[in-house]
């Protein structure tokens, strides 16, 4: 009875302490204008995304992956390849994967004017929300942004994402080197970028050695969404 007590009393300090660091929104985020590359957290939690589909060919074999592996992931859609294939995100939202937005064209926003970038975010958000939830997560082609870029993702409602794993998988380098990089990168927090929106890519493969490699680590798999819920703030 002593030990059990003690036990129940650990658990009850230890979840104390869990809810205290993990004291942050994603709208307290927005606020902040922090942009999102990974998250602070001394949980061994990972957030697998991927760019740039959906394609015809590639998608079916990411979605294929991760239902075998049954993981789930945050899709950045680019919306001008949402139009020509409607059917695949349909299916990913089915699946339980969480669905941000990549812009409608793909286009440097830190090369637009005001306007252009309002409007490329503007026709991302109307054709994706025909399909999925409204995207409340928002990635800048190439990774680049500046303030008049992060003010047009604020004024939307979205929480910026980036990175903090990249193996450059677009390139098409040896699954063996994808999964390499990914595992020898990844620490509690990150957040790895994949691709979906050519053919071929190493990806599909790739997936499935990262996440049974990453796994026998002792790390789990998490949306974007469900990652900033083990933010950590340290004084």
């Known amino acids: 009875m002593f030990l059990r007590k003690r036990k129940m009393?650990?658990?009850s300090i230890t979840l104390f302490l869990v809810t205290a660091v993990a004291g942050i929104t994603q709208e307290q985020l927005r606020e902040?204008?922090?942009?999102?590359?990974n998250v602070p957290t001394t949980h061994k939690v990972v957030a697998l995304t991927i760019d740039d589909g959906p394609h015809s060919k590639t998608t079916p074999a990411v979605l294929a992956a991760l239902?075998?592996?049954d993981v789930k992931v945050t899709l950045f859609l680019l919306a001008s390849n949402v139009e020509q294939h409607p059917e695949l995100v349909q299916q990913a939202v089915q699946a339980g994967h969480e669905i941000g937005t990549h812009t409608y064209?793909?286009?440097l926003l830190t090369r637009l004017s005001k306007q252009a970038v309002a409007d490329e975010l503007t026709k991302a958000e109307e054709i994706i929300s025909k399909l999925a939830p409204k995207p409340i997560l928002f990635r800048p082609p190439g990774g680049a942004f500046n303030q008049a870029v992060l003010a047009a993702a604020h004024e939307r409602g979205y929480t910026t994402v980036t990175w903090s794993v990249d193996p450059e998988d677009w390139k098409c380098p040896p699954v063996s080197n994808v999964v390499q990089h990914v595992v020898s990168h990844v620490t509690p927090g990150s957040i790895v970028l994949l691709h979906d929106g050519q053919y071929p890519l190493p990806t599909p493969e790739a997936l499935k050695q990262i996440i049974d490699q990453l796994r026998a680590q002792g790390y789990t798999f998490v949306t974007v969404s469900e990652l900033l819920q083990y933010y950590e703030v340290r004084d």
Do not use: C, N, Q
């Not at 902040?32 to 590359?37: A, Q």
């Open 105 to 107: 064209s793909h286009t």
């Open 32 to 37: 902040r204008g922090e942009v999102i590359k």
């Open 9 to 11: 009393v650990f658990l």
């Open 67 to 69: 239902k075998e592996k």
